[in-house]
Structure formats: structure tokens, C-alpha cells
């Protein structure tokens, strides 16, 4: 009797080479987490249409498998029907949006995260308190155009480091500063030293802005990124945290990063003479396309993927305290 082993793959040197680095945290954040559970939670508990302001989370494939089961993503609130329910993104909304929605009879519930929210109170308190606010972020991104709607005259935004060489106020000038929570830490931190060395009288905030999330990714992409040859990183384009972690990836070392939403956008020319291949993702990121990302790689010579962990995440956030009280009146909570 024969045994049919079947056709044996000889390990080229070229292949024992290689190796893929996994990045450990990657991929979904506890704000992201509860956002999206919040919707589905809704449509479970509602039925559909459940209507969202804006996308839940800047994830192409997250928004396509909510909008599957139900939801409706809108740009503003005179899209949704009066009465109807609606969810606010995780990345904040202004109170200008919290009075329409009232003036609509809309039944609210406000996703945002929490670390977002915090955001907000610290820019309420410095208004109250008359500061001129000088938020770090990007102009029309929802979380800075929500945290900025807490105080649009005393907010004066800074997207970059040398932006600060524009800015003229008086010696005595109450000046505060807060931050986007998805941004470059580096770049964040140069730019806030170059406001200080500007304006030795800068308040900071009580606690550090940018999210515990995303400095950790970025940490985790530099440890994997330094020696490699290629970082790719899974995210969406829209994603802030996503699009930064290419920009780090590369200040780290890594002789190219390429961001992509899913393994489809891989192009195979990106592989050649490449050894150290790196992967991650952003904070709004599904697990299930970086599989998808690591099976590409599989089915092209590259080993299993090595996990290399910088950090244990276990940070939860509860559900919006309008969704848990209808959850527990139904029996679902």
C-alpha cells in the first residue's frame, strides 16, 4: 500500500527569508467597539431604518455592512424624518446639532466616544473660564468641527507645526491648548512646543488629548516598522488614525507603507525583493480584513504572521445611557 503525500513544496532561500510582523494592538478601540455595537443594538431593538449623522466610524466596510442590516447614513439631520431616531457618530457633534435635533423631535442617541466627549468639557470649561482655545486637528473633520461647535468664537484652529508662526496674540492672552484625539503624537507634541516657546503662558489640558488608541498603534507601528521593508496598513482612507500610521511607519524606517482598505488595494509590484513585511491597522478597522490582508500575503510565499505586542488593551465603554434605558425596559439589558 502507497501513501500519497502529495506534492512536496520545496522552501526557496528567498522564502526562508521572509517573515511578516503583526502589530498587537491594532484594529478596533473601545470607543470604535461601542459606536458600532450602538447601532446594531438599535436596529435589533427599533427595527429599521435606523438613521445615522454621518458615518459611524470612517470605515468604508463597517458603514456597508451596518447599511446591509438597516441603517441610513445621512450628511446632516433635515435628512431624517421628524420623529425619527438617530445616531451621533463616535466622533462628536456640536451643540448646534444636539438644538436641531430637538427642534426635529428626533429620539437621539449620541454615540460619541467618550474620550471625544471629554474633549468637548475641557473646551467648555476653558471658554467658561476665557481662554482662547487653540485646537490641534484637521479642518472638516467631524470630532474637530464638534469639539470647535463647543466654543466657535474662542477656538482658532492649528493643523500644522509651522501654522503656529501665523498666529499674533497678547502677552497677557489666556491661551489654552486641545487636540484632535486621532492625530500623530510626535507632530502633535511639536506643534504644542512650538506654541510654547511662542506663548510661554499656553495652558495644557488636565490630561493628554489624543486617545490611548491611537498612541498606542503608533507605537506598535514603530516597533514593527523600523527594519521592515514594507508596512501595510488597513484602514480607510477617511480614517485619520489609519492615514497617520502610514506617515509614522515611514518616519520610523520602514522603507515603504502603503494604506489600504482591504487586501484587494494590495499591489503585487509593492512585494518585490521584500523580506520584512509589517501589518496593522486603524482603531476603526475589523479584524477580519487583516486576515483577509495576511491570507494575500500567505498565498504569496509570506509565513505566518509573528504578533509582536507593545501593549494589553482592556478598556470597555458602556452603551449610551439612551439606548441601555430602552435596552433594560425591554428586557435586553
Known amino acids: 500500500m502507497s501513501i500519497d503525500l502529495g506534492t512536496p513544496h520545496f522552501v526557496s532561500a528567498e522564502e526562508a527569508e521572509r517573515r511578516v510582523l503583526l502589530a498587537d494592538p491594532r484594529g478596533y478601540c473601545a470607543g470604535v467597539d461601542r459606536a458600532v455595537v450602538t447601532v446594531e443594538q438599535a436596529l435589533d431593538l427599533y427595527g429599521a431604518p435606523v438613521y445615522v449623522r454621518k458615518q459611524i466610524v470612517h470605515n468604508k466596510h463597517v ?42 423631535s428626533l429620539k437621539t442617541i449620541d454615540a460619541t466616544c467618550p474620550l471625544v466627549t471629554k474633549v468637548h468639557r475641557e473646551a467648555v470649561r476653558f471658554a467658561r473660564e476665557g481662554y482662547t482655545i487653540l485646537l490641534i486637528g484637521h479642518a472638516g473633520h467631524e470630532e474637530v468641527e464638534g469639539t470647535a461647535g463647543e466654543a466657535p468664537e474662542q477656538t482658532v484652529l492649528v493643523e500644522h507645526p509651522d501654522d503656529v508662526d501665523r498666529l499674533e496674540f497678547p502677552a497677557d492672552a489666556k491661551l489654552a491648548w486641545l487636540s484632535q484625539t486621532t492625530l500623530s503624537v510626535d507632530e502633535t507634541m511639536e506643534t504644542v512646543r512650538r506654541l510654547r516657546a511662542k506663548f510661554p503662558q499656553l495652558e495644557d489640558p488636565p490630561s493628554d488629548d489624543i486617545c490611548y488608541a491611537t498612541q498606542n498603534r503608533q507605537v506598535a507601528v514603530k516597533e514593527i516598522g523600523h527594519d521592515a521593508d514594507l508596512v501595510i496598513v488597513v484602514g480607510s482612507a477617511n480614517s485619520s488614525n489609519s492615514v497617520r500610521l502610514v506617515e509614522v511607519a515611514l518616519e ?69 445611557k439612551e439606548l441601555y434605558r430602552d435596552l433594560r425596559a425591554a428586557g435586553r439589558a
Not at 503585487?268 to 500575503?297: F, I, K, M, R
Open 252 to 320: 520610523a524606517g520602514a522603507k515603504s507603507s502603503y494604506r489600504v482598505d482591504d487586501a484587494s488595494e494590495i499591489d503585487e509590484a509593492w512585494l518585490d525583493g521584500v523580506e520584512t513585511v509589517s501589518v496593522t491597522s486603524g482603531a476603526s478597522v475589523p479584524d477580519d480584513l487583516v486576515q483577509g490582508v495576511l491570507g494575500y500575503l500567505a498565498e504569496r510565499g509570506y509565513p505566518d504572521a509573528r504578533a509582536v505586542q507593545t501593549a494589553e488593551e482592556t478598556l470597555s465603554f458602556s452603551l449610551p
Open 63 to 104: 458603514v456597508s455592512t451596518l447599511e446591509a442590516r438597516g441603517a441610513i447614513f445621512v450628511e446632516e439631520l433635515d435628512e431624517v424624518p421628524e420623529g425619527a431616531t438617530v445616531v451621533f457618530s463616535a466622533h462628536g457633534v456640536s451643540p448646534a446639532v444636539h438644538a436641531q435635533a430637538e427642534e426635529r
